[in-house]
T-cell receptor, first 110, second 116 residues
Framework: AQRVTQPEKLLSVFKGAPVELKCNYS??????LFWYVQYSRQRLQLLLR??SRESIKGFTADLNKGETSFHLKKPFAQEEDSAMYYC????????????FGQGTILTVHP | GAGVSQSPRYKVAKRGQDVALRCDPI?????LFWYQQALGQGPEFLTY????????KSGLPSDRFFAERPEGSVSTLKIQRTQQEDSAVYLC??????????????FGPGTRLTVL
């Protein structure tokens, strides 16, 4: 069975501070991992995927297979980063069925 | 262009009623997913369509849940004899490709179902 764990339901930081949202996964094969974000009153949208190794809005995430983690990081948080963040895993199917974590609400204070 | 749309956005049903939730995917998208999101939880997979074929319904919680996509575009999720535990946001997502490529899933705004 595959599982995604986001240990923090709430995370608060001040503007300009570094932020790290934790994600751990359990999967026996080779996973594809994603971060999705939901801003207030908006729909769920893809933030980044590990396979692209890209940086979106200053966020990066590195897949650590040894620690089975995919933590999301940003060196300097902005107020507009305040949102709900979900880590998700696609594995075991060819069509990308996603298993989501419970989500972390990030609040960036001015 | 237009994104994924869902209707109704809100639905209140009395326990025991049947409900039908509609999803209009992005035009030309082959893959369509339904997810259920209970309060305070992440979305959970319900079912998957590739064009009109329902290839995975492993996440449907009971035989009261039924989904269809008869012409390979619009999809309907039907819940019969609704129960209070069915109260959740139902999300639809579509993606362009099929096969081994796990491309981006685009989500709709969701339908919030409340069963009284």
């Amino acid at each position: 069975a595959q599982r995604v764990t986001q240990p923090e339901k709430l995370l608060s930081v001040f503007k300009g501070a570094p932020v790290e949202l934790k994600c751990n996964y359990s999967y026996s094969g080779s996973p594809e991992l994603f971060w999705y974000v939901q801003y207030s009153r908006q729909r769920l949208q893809l933030l980044l995927r590990h396979i692209s190794r890209e940086s979106i809005k200053g966020f990066t995430a590195d897949l650590n297979k040894g620690e089975t983690s995919f933590h999301l990081k940003k060196p300097f948080a902005q107020e507009e980063d305040s949102a709900m963040y979900y880590c998700a895993l696609a594995g075991g199917t060819s069509y990308g069925k996603l298993t989501f974590g419970q989500g972390t609400i990030l609040t960036v204070h001015p | 262009g237009a994104g994924v749309s869902q209707s109704p956005r809100y639905k209140v049903a009395k326990r025991g009623q049947d409900v039908a939730l509609r999803c209009d995917p992005i035009s030309g998208h082959v893959s369509l997913f339904w997810y259920q999101q209970a309060l305070g939880q992440g979305p959970e997979f319900l079912t998957y369509f590739q064009n009109e074929a329902q290839l995975d319904k492993s996440g449907l919680p009971s035989d009261r849940f039924f989904a269809e996509r008869p012409e390979g575009s619009v999809s309907t999720l039907k819940i019969q004899r609704t129960q209070q535990e069915d109260s959740a946001v139902y999300l639809c997502a579509s993606s362009l490709l099929r096969g081994p490529y796990r491309d981006t899933q685009y989500f709709g705004p969701g339908t919030r179902l409340t069963v009284l």
